[in-house]
């Protein structure tokens, strides 16, 4: 079985620049997650997807991050424009659908802005 | 609110030896999973361990096991015969809310 798929694995980019993660979950997972994970911490929620529907988005900083679900599969996370704390390890997860199934966890994409 | 608190920033063990992971976590509702998970160096993060809150019983598989403590809110992993693989962070989750982690080395 395939696991978590994410890209680019690492990703540098100015303050003030666009990026956008793409993340692939394990088919037939209804739950996406996006984290952040700075560097000594916890990952911490951005946004959970049911299917292609947003369940929490309460921890997105709205204002420059977004994040879709398309056709309730894949999922693209977009930060514009970037700040020097954004620099963290952005990870997609996935589960079955509900909250007590297993996260399965991709690779992460590290993102540094300079 | 919900929050999980890992209190231990690093451990360190010998090889063969046990140690254990503190968790604690608040919570209002009354059935819930909590997890630990395992993440490696540069390496995903993995599932070690689920427990259910209803099941009196601790969760346990092969070298790992949780003491939980309902009343005290308080989730705790044991590893025994702890080996060179297990030097990795531990995280203590509820939902999709996640502990600070603990460093585990191991010394040789």
């Known amino acids: 079985e395939a696991g978590v798929a994410q890209s680019p694995r690492y990703k540098i980019i100015e303050k003030r620049q666009s990026v956008a993660f793409w993340c692939n979950p394990i088919s037939g997972h209804a739950t996406l997650y996006w984290y952040q994970q700075i560097l000594g911490q916890g990952p911490k929620l951005l946004i959970q997807?049911?299917?292609?529907?947003?369940?929490?988005d309460s921890q997105l900083p709205k204002d420059r991050f977004s994040a879709e679900r398309l056709k309730g599969v894949d999922s693209t996370l977009k930060i514009q424009p970037a700040k020097l704390e954004d620099s963290a390890v952005y990870l997609c997860?996935?589960?079955?659908?509900?909250?007590?199934?297993?996260?399965?966890f991709g690779p992460g994409t590290r993102l540094t802005v300079l | 609110a919900q929050t999980v608190t890992q209190s231990q920033p690093e451990m360190s063990v010998q090889e063969a030896e046990t140690v254990t992971l503190s968790c604690t976590y608040d919570t209002s509702e009354s059935d819930y999973y909590l997890f630990w998970y395992k993440q490696p160096p540069s390496r995903q993060m993995i599932l070690v361990i689920r427990q259910e809150a209803y099941k009196q019983q601790n969760a346990t598989e092969n070298r790992f096991s949780v003491n939980f403590q309902k009343a005290a809110k308080s989730f705790s992993l044991k590893i025994s015969d702890s080996q060179l693989g297990d030097a990795a962070m531990y995280f203590c989750a509820y939902k999709y809310i996640f502990g600070t982690g603990t460093r585990l080395k191991v010394l040789a």
């Open positions: 997860a996935s589960s079955l659908l509900f909250s007590y199934n297993e996260q399965f």
């Open positions: 997807f049911q299917n292609n529907g947003v369940v929490d």
